[in-house]
T-cell receptor, first 115, second 111 residues
Framework: NAGVTQTPKFQVLKTGQSMTLQCAQDMNHEYMSWYRQDPGMGLRLIHYSVGAGITDQGEVPNGYNVSRSTTEDFPLRLLSAAPSQTSVYFC??????????????FGPGTRLTVL | GESVGLHLPTLSVQEGDNSIINCAYSNSASDYFIWYKQESGKGPQFIIDIRSNMDKRQGQRVTVLLNKTVKHLSLQIAATQPGDSAVYFCAETDSWGKLQFGAGTQVVVTP
C-alpha cells in the first residue's frame, strides 16, 4: 500500500511552458484534491474531486486544470506556467465513507519553480 | 472571508517540556478541526482531529482543546521530543473534504 504518490518531486519550467503533475492513490478513496503551499504559508485548495468524472474548483483554481478519469489518478495541469505558480504542490485523498469527515492523506509534494 | 489563523509563528520549547500551540478560527459553520504536522520536505501528516460537538480529545502525547465560545483551538504536546520539531498547522472544514488551513507554527525543540 503506497498511499498517495506524486511525480515528479522537483520541476523547473520556463514561463509559458505546460506540464502535468501526477497524483495517484491506492486506497480506493473517492475524494482527491490538490493544494499549493507558498513559503511560510498554509495550504490552499486548488481543485478537488469527489469521484471519477467529477471535479470542482477550490480557493485558487486559476491557471490550473484537472480531470478524474479513474478513481486512482488525479492529474493537475498547468497550461501556461507563470512565475506566480512557483510553489510546492500537494495532492491528498480521503474516503467519503459514512458521509462524514475522514482523515486526509497527503502525498510528499512536488516542488515547482517557474522561471 | 472566513479564515483560520495562528497566534505565534515560532515556538521554542525545551526537550521534555509540554508544548501548547494555539489557533484562532472564525468560521462558525466548521464542523471538524484538525491538526497536522509537517516536517521539512514532507507533506502534512495528520495528528489529531476534533468535532465541533466536543471540547477535548486526547491522543498519544497530544491533546486538542476546542473552545467554541472564543473560537479557539489548541494542541498540547506532552513531554516534547526532538522529533516533534516541525511546522504545525490547524485546519478546519465544514464538510468532508475542503480544508482551510492556518499559516502554521514552527516548533523548535531545544536540548
Amino acid at each position: 500500500n503506497a498511499g498517495v504518490t506524486q511525480t515528479p518531486k522537483f520541476q523547473v519550467l520556463k514561463t509559458g511552458q505546460s506540464m502535468t503533475l501526477q497524483c495517484a492513490q491506492d486506497m480506493n478513496h473517492e475524494y482527491m484534491s490538490w493544494y499549493r503551499q507558498d513559503p511560510g504559508m498554509g495550504l490552499r485548495l486548488i481543485h478537488y474531486s469527489v469521484g471519477a468524472g467529477i471535479t470542482d474548483q477550490g480557493e485558487v483554481p486559476n491557471g490550473y486544470n484537472v480531470s478524474r478519469s479513474t478513481t486512482e489518478d488525479f492529474p493537475l495541469r498547468l497550461l501556461s506556467a507563470a512565475p506566480s505558480q512557483t510553489s510546492v504542490y500537494f495532492c491528498a485523498s480521503t474516503s467519503l465513507a459514512g458521509g462524514l469527515y475522514n482523515e486526509q492523506f497527503f502525498g510528499p509534494g512536488t516542488r515547482l519553480t517557474v522561471l | 472571508g472566513e479564515s483560520v489563523g495562528l497566534h505565534l509563528p515560532t515556538l521554542s520549547v525545551q526537550e521534555g517540556d509540554n508544548s501548547i500551540i494555539n489557533c484562532a478560527y472564525s468560521n462558525s459553520a466548521s464542523d471538524y478541526f484538525i491538526w497536522y504536522k509537517q516536517e521539512s520536505g514532507k507533506g502534512p501528516q495528520f495528528i489529531i482531529d476534533i468535532r465541533s460537538n466536543m471540547d477535548k480529545r486526547q491522543g498519544q502525547r497530544v491533546t486538542v482543546l476546542l473552545n467554541k465560545t472564543v473560537k479557539h483551538l489548541s494542541l498540547q504536546i506532552a513531554a516534547t521530543q526532538p522529533g516533534d520539531s516541525a511546522v504545525y498547522f490547524c485546519a478546519e472544514t465544514d464538510s468532508w473534504g475542503k480544508l482551510q488551513f492556518g499559516a502554521g507554527t514552527q516548533v523548535v525543540v531545544t536540548p
